[in-house]
């Protein structure tokens, strides 16, 4: 396994890295700043390189493409820039690892994910409820929050994010551990109710961002972490109550049905997942069809980074657009096949490698790690929240956690909750 006693220089390593996983949200600079440190420590005194590293090979692999693109790329400057997106991370997935290697360990990581989540809530209900407005500065200029009364786009919860998708990308990804920490039988129960405050608040705040990405996670996570062991009733409950959203949203149903399915849906529901979005839809399709072209022109090394923004208004004579709204897309746009194959391909080799090593019958923390994992990964298919660097280093915070928990699995039988059967259980003075 790749763990090692969180003690002499990895202590200083494993402090940076819970700070920097509470500031991520409120700080990307000093969370950075923190996990730099952490990424230094973690990579020392390994037992196996970082290129012996199976998970790490393909990455590697995938790092020296993008690289000699580069010299190819249709903007150098952004070309060269636009690989901060990924080769920093390729590192931090292997050096976070020893810091995961433990249940004990990734459910302090989860709980300081929650308690750095707790800014984005009141940020995100002050600007909606109150008519907060930024930007705040904390610590000097370390700290700043670009708030908008009444959210960004208006009407929308954005918090301290700069758009309501990006808060909601977020917020989505931390439910399955607010909610496993409501599941944890063995924590106090006044733990346990303030745990479903939580969970509550983030719903209310999910359906506030009025993202479609982040309702749908609160529904994809929630069979994951409850646990197979519930699916026989829990799965029929969720089939019916999802019921009147099929029925109002599906072609062929009588219109009379239809409209009354409609009627019974919440109104930020059928603000967002009903309304009439043929332009939209055709610009996505129009998007991924450009991408494909640009694709088969170049596959092999791509035309570099942020490619698609450029030549997308330039040669598919239409208005601006950042990205392709796909990973997979965009990174074969941007780096070519080869490297989109290997960095997509290790993501959903380890999702499921994980899940035949029976995460989802070991404890909470673990199902909602690979439901969160699941979660972004799912986001990535109409979204690229991965712009955000908080929510890229959370993403490859999560990737090292569930590579880690897949060694331990190899290691240790299924268990069902923290404190039983899991060994070594107590954290000790350097976990702290």
Sequence with gaps: MTGVPVTGDRLIGWRAFQLGLFLLPSSALLAGLCLLITCISGSRHRVAAIWRDPWTRPLLVAAALMIVGCFGAEDAALAWAGLANWLPLFWAFWAFRCFLDRPERRQRAATLLLAGTVPVLVTGFGQMHWGWSGPWQLLGGGIIWFMEAGGKPDGRLSGLFDYANVAGAWLGVVWPFALAAVLRSERPRRDRVLALLFSAATVAAVLMTRSRNAMAALVLALPVVIGPGRWIWLLPVLLVLALPLLLAVLPGVPAALQQWCQARLPEVVQQRLLERQTTNSLTRLAQWSFALDLIAARPWLGWGASAFSVLYSLHAQRNWHGHSHNLPLELAVNHGLPAAVLVVGTVLVLLIVSLRRGLLQRHPV???????????????????????????????????GLSAAVEQAAFNPPTQGLGRGVPSASPGPGDL
């Design 366 to 400: 673990d199902r909602a790690w690979w439901a969160a994992s699941l979660v972004l990964v799912g986001m990535h298919t109409t979204d690229l929240p991965f712009f955000d660097s908080r929510l890229n280093i959370l993403g490859w915070v999560l990737l090292a």
